[in-house]
Structures are given as C-alpha cells and as structure tokens.
C-alpha cells in the first residue's frame, strides 16, 4: 500500500470522532498528542496495518478519549477559535518529538501533517 493512500486511511481513521474527556491536563493537548501518537504508527515499520485499529484505540484511551471518534466531535466544537491552533501545535510538537526522524525522512512535514489533522474533520 502506498504511503499516501495509507496516510489517508490514518488520518480518516483519526477524524472519525466523539468526546470523551481528558486524561489530565489541557484536552487540547491530549488531543494533539493523540492524534500525533496515532499518526506516528504509520511511520513505524514495525506496526502493521491490521493493528492501527486497536493501538489507535490505545492511546485515544491514555489520552483521555473514550475512543477514536471523540477526537472529531472534539474538533468541530473547537473551530474557529484559539484552541484549534493549540490542538495543531501540540500535534506538531509531539510528532516532532515522536517521529521526526521518520517523518522527514519520508518527505512529510510535522507542521503540515498537524494541520492536515486538525482541519480534516
């Protein structure tokens, strides 16, 4: 599978989503950070397709989510204010720190693909 059509499928699978609440801290940034930690799977060679679901379930529940659709709804109630942009640097942020070194060495910017995220939905 191509890493486009796999990234799309990641990030479909990310937006899909319903609030849960937050494992501490701001839930901006736990939204960041677990949309980051999800994206980061597709970077990792040592992941397989088959198991995104489940580890994406994972970390949306270490983060405070009850699963991967809260993120969405999460989302659509945040547009259009200031803490949208926080959800996108806590993105950029831990992608950088997670898988910057996969990231760039496939080509994909840590600050485009955290904007990608949080506008997707």
């Known amino acids: ?14 937006v ?3 609030c849960g ?6 839930i901006s ?5 677990a949309m980051a930690e999800t994206a980061c ?8 397709l088959g ?16 699963n991967a659709e809260a993120i969405d709804t999460y989302l659509a109630n945040v547009r259009g ?12 942020t831990h992608l950088e720190t997670t898988c910057g070194d996969a990231l760039e060495a496939s080509g994909v910017s840590a600050a485009d693909l955290a904007e990608a995220m949080v506008s997707e939905s």
Do not use: Q
């Not at 609440?21 to 701001?26: K, Y």
């Not at 940034?29 to 950070?33: D, I």
């Not at 204010?81 to 950029?92: G, M, Y």
């Open 51 to 66: 198991d995104m679901p489940s580890l994406t379930e994972d970390i949306m529940a270490e983060y405070g989510f009850e």
């Open 1 to 14: 599978m191509s890493k486009a059509l796999t990234l799309s499928l990641l990030l479909s699978m990310i």
């Open 81 to 92: 204010t200031e803490e949208i942009n926080l959800v996108s640097e806590a993105a950029r």
């Open 21 to 26: 609440g937050s494992a501490g801290g701001n």
């Open 29 to 33: 940034e736990n939204a960041g950070k």
């Open 16 to 18: 899909l989503s319903s």
């Open 41 to 48: 799977l597709l970077f990792d060679e040592e992941v397989s």
